[in-house]
Structure formats: structure tokens, C-alpha cells
């Protein structure tokens, strides 16, 4: 059974540029949550989704947004990066409809790099 | 404020010899506890989850204590190898709120 797969592994964008990045949750898995990892504040939580719907976001700007389609594959976008958006992206999915009472699974991340 | 706070910072350890990392956390109302290994550059790996009733939980060399009531948590390694260098992250489960993890223990294995 293949893993959470994340794509790209690695960006470098400008600042003010858009990115999207892509997260394909475990087959069967309908639940997907994104968080962001830095040095200095660890992982933090920036939103869940389970059947297209958001469920629960984080205390993140408006500049970060998602979204999950009919396949429960996730997108999520930054807007008008900047420097400080500079970290490691990671999803992760799970078979029921919330991260909070069953195990998360991980994708290898996103290193986005904001010059 | 819903927290978890794991110590040490970072620890460095001879290969073959045992150590323990700790969590607190002050997370109200509790759902569940996990312990995730990541090495560097890549995801966590889930190692241990344990919910309010269970205190004791193994997975391989890998054995995770919890004391609800002091709102305490322990992850101990065994018998350390080489792989067992990364960062241990313990991640605490709220009944009404998200996942809230805390910040690491980075462990590095030297032969």
C-alpha cells in the first residue's frame, strides 16, 4: 500500500509568488491535514480536511488556503509568500474523519524555500 | 493554554545504552498521547498512541509511559542503535481542539 505522497519535494519560490503544493493520502484514507514545520515553532497545525470539507483550521493568514477533491487528494496554496513561509510542509492522512482520536500518517514534507 | 513541553532539548548517547525523553503537557480535556520519529528531512513516524486509560505502551525497543493524573509522559529507547537518531516528537490530542505537539527531543547515537 503506497504511503502519503507529497509533491514537489522541493521549491525555491520569490517573494510575492504563489505556490500550491500537492498531497495524495493513503488509498481509502479520507481525512488530510497539513501542518507547517520550522525550526523554531516545531509543527504547527494549519488546516484538516475529510470529504472536501474543511473541518478544522489553524491559526494561520488568510494566505494560506487548501482544498480537498472528490479522490480525497489535498491541495494547499500560499499567497504573496514570504521569507517567513521558508519551511517544511507536511500532510498527513487518516482512515476516519478526524486526526484527533486515530493514528496520522506522514508524507516525507514539502521544502519550500522563500528567497 | 493547551501545551507540551518535552525535555531535554537534545541529548547525545553511546551506542547500545538506554535513555528516556519526557513530555508534559497541559492539555484539557485529554484525548490521546503519541510519540512520532522523524529523521531529518523527512515525516514522522508514528511509534506509540496511548488514550487516557492505558499507562504503558511497547513497540519494539520503543516503550511510552503515561501518568494522567501528573499529565506526564515517557518514551524510552533500549538498548540505542545508530537509526535511533532523530528528533522524538510527542503530540497530544484534545478532545476540542487540534492536535498540539510539542517542539522535540533531538537524539543523536554515537558508536
Known amino acids: 500500500k503506497a504511503g502519503v505522497t507529497q509533491t514537489p519535494r522541493y521549491l525555491i519560490k520569490t517573494r510575492g509568488q504563489q505556490v500550491t503544493l500537492s498531497c495524495s493520502p493513503i488509498?481509502?484514507?479520507?481525512?488530510v491535514s497539513w501542518y507547517q514545520q520550522t525550526p523554531g515553532q516545531g509543527l504547527q497545525f494549519l488546516f484538516e480536511y475529510f470529504s472536501e470539507t474543511q473541518r478544522n483550521k489553524g491559526n494561520f493568514p488568510g494566505r494560506f488556503s487548501g482544498r480537498q477533491f472528490s479522490n480525497s487528494r489535498s491541495e494547499m496554496n500560499v499567497s504573496t509568500l514570504e521569507l517567513g513561509d521558508s519551511a517544511l510542509y507536511l500532510c498527513a492522512s487518516s482512515p476516519y474523519n478526524s486526526q484527533l482520536n486515530t493514528e496520522a500518517f506522514f508524507g516525507q514534507g514539502t521544502r519550500l524555500t522563500v528567497v | 493554554k493547551n501545551q507540551v513541553e518535552q525535555s531535554p532539548q537534545s541529548l547525545i548517547i553511546l551506542e547500545g545504552k538506554n535513555c528516556t525523553l519526557q513530555?508534559?503537557?497541559?492539555?484539557?480535556?485529554?484525548?490521546?498521547l503519541r510519540w512520532y520519529k522523524q529523521d531529518t528531512g523527512r515525516g514522522p513516524v508514528s511509534l506509540t498512541i496511548m488514550t487516557f486509560s492505558e499507562n504503558t505502551k511497547s513497540n519494539g525497543r520503543y516503550t511510552a509511559t503515561l501518568d494522567a493524573d501528573t499529565k506526564q509522559s515517557s518514551l524510552h529507547i533500549t538498548a540505542s542503535q545508530l537509526s535511533d537518531s532523530a528528533s522524538y516528537i510527542c503530540?497530544?490530542?484534545?478532545?476540542?481542539?487540534?492536535?498540539?505537539f510539542g517542539t522535540g527531543t533531538r537524539l543523536q547515537v554515537f558508536p
Open positions: 488509498s481509502g484514507h479520507r481525512s
Open positions: 503530540v497530544v490530542s484534545a478532545n476540542t481542539d487540534k492536535l498540539i
Open positions: 513530555c508534559n503537557y497541559t492539555v484539557s480535556p485529554f484525548s490521546n
